[in-house]
């Protein structure tokens, strides 16, 4: 757990300290994403938060996640919540649910079992949830401010979570699964694979373009991702790391 909880951390203080430089004119600023502004995706981010501490401690509300015929609604109440707060109270909703997160997982082994919306899911998962969707919404106000920020390494989580997601994303869109095989270059020219050695659909490129389109901030066609079989070319249709 030490490893993707350091990394955790350093994506969301890297987020936290970018947004202590933007002005306060551009906190309403629509952003690439579901047309929320900056502010709207920090409330989206605490209230993420909220939900996965209460997860842990078993006090949170899963069916009302469950049971919702479309998620946007319930996460727009959090949105609402956010644009009555000034900035500032916004950020420190989100640091207090960050907390309430990396302290309890701190002390739980990475195959520990809690609860998710998609179901039980292990701590070392939800850690990387976490990670996925601070890194994802911070690509969506680093666009809305015309900040060029480079990747870094901890976007491995991210390609790992796309291609662990792929079973559900196949389900969801109606298609049966296939293996698939996805090896990737990340910055420093790491190297990352995943999948068995003999899966005959391979998804083969840049971590950057994968992992964007793993939480659909690209389409396939703007990647110059390379593939062999038909369930790498489906792959890339289907793939989200996030619910």
């Known amino acids: 757990m030490r490893e993707i909880l350091s990394d955790l951390v350093a994506e969301q203080q890297f987020l936290d300290q970018f ?11 629509e952003t690439p994403a579901k047309g929320w502004s900056i502010r709207d995706t920090i409330s989206h981010l605490a209230d993420y938060e909220e939900l996965a501490a209460a997860v842990i401690s078993g006090d949170a509300d899963l069916e009302r996640y469950r049971s919702a015929s479309d998620l946007d609604v319930v996460r727009q109440e959090a949105v609402e919540k956010g644009r009555r707060m000034r900035p500032q109270d916004v950020i420190e909703w989100w640091r207090n649910g960050r907390a309430k997160v ?5 002390h739980m082994q990475a195959s520990d079992r809690v609860e998710w919306i998609t179901g039980d899911v292990s701590a070392k998962t939800l850690a990387t949830t976490r990670l996925m969707e601070t890194w994802a919404h911070g690509l969506d106000i680093y666009a809305a401010t015309g900040a060029e920020i480079e990747d870094t390494q901890r976007i491995r989580h991210v390609c790992f ?10 389900k969801a869109a109606g ?5 698939v095989r996805v090896e990737v270059i990340g910055p420093g020219y790491a190297k990352w694979v995943y999948g068995p050695d003999d899966a005959p659909n391979l998804v083969k490129g840049s971590a950057s373009d994968w992992a964007r389109l793993a939480v659909r901030r690209v ?3 703007d990647t110059r991702l390379k593939l062999t079989g038909e369930g790498a070319e489906q792959a890339v249709r289907v793939v989200q790391a996030y619910v």
């Open 19 to 29: 947004l202590q430089q933007v002005n306060l004119k551009l906190w309403d600023k």
């Open 102 to 106: 990396v302290e309890p997982l701190s």
């Open 161 to 170: 979570l796309g291609w662990k997601a792929l079973p559900h994303s196949f």
């Open 175 to 179: 298609l049966d699964y296939v293996a």
């Open 219 to 221: 389409a396939p066609e």
